[in-house]
């Protein structure tokens, strides 16, 4: 009875939705597009009211038309009732990633959640806090105390795939990290319950899965996607407060990050946004860039060899038993060891982040005024979009860049230092990646005991073996999971 209620429940709200939208579409068509001034850079047009689509499903379409049309290569566009501004000049770079007058939480929030009615200093303080939280969880003192609880999650899943068999990492990798990163900002119930962590993963992955043209152009209309976003946030505050009403009435108290939000005062609400919110910026890209190491290593014989000689390195230098196999030997390997002595690893996550991080980035103008970028200006309240690829994959910074080539990083070469911004795997400027620390830490443990433990090759989705290059391909605002598998047997 309550899945036929949900079922109609559903079906009404679908069709209430769509209604919403052709309502929406005729008034919008009618509106004029918000004006921008005089010393804006060049225009590009798009449909009426919504403006350039391809500016939320194929932005990289949108900047090499956007580039294609202005000297400096900076470009601006009508998005719904937003002025945009896109940028890609050395200048326009430099103030996307350091100018204090461009807001990152307020250029996502624009798009994605556009319903806050918080002042600005009211955001500021919450990010302020949110940033101290994160800030404690990643020091040597939680990471330390958490790393062999890490290495028990990442051993008994591969233990779940037996000796031999074929996985698509784009899912298993994915879903360890979601394990991993559960345990480091959130809690133990999730993290060692698998059907709570299973339900906890798939509302999570609704935000990423209902970040839609739609969605972002009318973020203020009851579509399906908006409704499937408000359900599935009530139910990860109902997990989380049931747990947190669980601890209270026992009485047991944990040694994990949700008691230490609960011991900092922090109500439900706020606990519930920060483990949320760090879930996912965690691992929407940790899996996937995981993923594609081990792709990329798989098709690469003389880096793979390389990365398993420095991996047997690592487990023969602090190896309790000699003896002992390099999982085993692996196991005694302390947490600056696994963060400072796999050079060759790093290399190779670098240039996977480097090729296949090619992703969209959001800033706002915060300021109360039109922001100069040399003879151009950003107008007040614009949201700023800067694309990856104009940077990673430009051959005037990085030689061959469709190349998947861990060696550009050498001294002799150092193509990531050829200018400021250079190298955006981890973020840069004023807003570095602050989970950078723990998510090298991850994806260490995760390649280490995997190449310890398993040979394998790389399959297509037919099923032949690839034989590489892999194609990196520009990505939009939402998590694309690739379709390649690994066929592996246990060494």
């Known amino acids: 009875m309550l899945d036929v209620t949900f079922v109609t429940l559903s079906n009404v709200a679908v069709a209430l939705s769509t209604l919403f939208v052709f309502a929406a579409v005729k008034i919008f068509a009618s509106i004029q597009h918000p004006s921008f001034p005089p010393n804006s850079p060049p225009r590009l047009t798009g449909l009426p009211f919504l403006g350039p689509l391809e500016a939320l499903s194929a932005p990289w379409r949108l900047f090499q038309r956007g580039m294609a049309i202005s000297p400096s290569g900076n470009f601006a566009f009508n998005l719904g009732y937003y002025r945009a501004i896109g940028l890609t000049s050395p200048a326009g770079r430099e103030a996307f990633f350091n100018s204090p007058k461009l807001g990152l939480p307020e250029g996502y929030g624009a798009l994605m959640i556009p319903t806050d009615s918080r002042t600005q200093e009211e955001r500021d303080q919450e990010e302020h806090e949110v940033a101290r939280r994160l800030k404690t969880l990643m020091t040597k003192e939680w990471l330390g105390q958490g790393l062999q609880n890490m290495i028990s999650d990442v051993n008994a899943r591969f233990d779940d795939l037996g000796s031999f068999g074929k996985t698509n990492p784009f899912h298993s990798i994915h879903e360890i990290v979601f394990q991993l990163t559960v345990r480091t900002v959130g809690c133990r119930e999730i993290a060692e319950d698998a059907a709570l962590r299973a339900k906890a993963l798939r509302l999570v992955e609704v935000f990423d899965a209902t970040n839609t043209a739609s969605t972002m152009l009318f973020p203020l209309l009851p579509m399906p996607a908006q409704i499937r976003r408000f359900i599935s946030g009530i139910s990860f505050y109902k997990m989380i407060d049931n747990i947190v009403a669980e601890r209270t009435r026992s009485g047991r108290t944990e040694n994990d990050p949700l008691q230490y939000l609960m011991e900092q005062g922090d109500a439900v609400v706020a606990i519930t946004k920060f483990i949320y919110g ?3 910026a965690g691992v929407i890209n940790t899996g996937v860039n995981t993923a594609w190491v081990l792709c990329q290593l798989g098709t690469h014989p003389e880096w793979i060899t390389q990365v398993r000689e420095e991996i047997a390195r690592l487990g023969a230098k602090y190896a309790a038993d000699p003896d002992a196999s390099l999982p085993q030997q692996l196991l005694s390997v302390p947490l600056e060891a696994w963060e400072s002595e796999l050079p060759i690893l790093e ?4 240039e996977t982040l480097r090729l296949h991080l090619q992703s969209p980035l959001l800033r706002r103008n915060i300021s109360d005024n039109d922001f100069k970028v ?14 990856t690829p104009t940077v990673d994959m430009n051959a005037v910074n990085y030689r061959d860049p469709e190349v998947w080539d861990p060696n550009r990083f050498l001294p002799d070469r150092a193509e990531d230092k050829l200018g400021p911004h250079t190298f955006l795997g981890w973020g840069s400027g004023r807003h570095p990646c602050r989970g950078m620390r723990f998510a090298k830490l991850e994806i260490n443990v995760i390649l280490a005991f995997f190449l310890a433990r398993f040979q394998y090759e790389v399959l297509d989705g037919s099923g032949k073996k690839l034989q590489g290059p892999l ?4 990505r939009n605002f939402q998590l694309t999971k690739e379709n390649f598998y690994l066929k592996y047997h246990r060494i």
């Open 278 to 280: 760090s879930l996912f």
């Open 374 to 387: 040399e003879d151009e200006v950003i107008p007040k309240g614009a949201v700023v979009f800067f694309f």
């Open 347 to 350: 290399l190779c996550l670098k």
């Open 471 to 474: 194609k990196a391909r520009p």
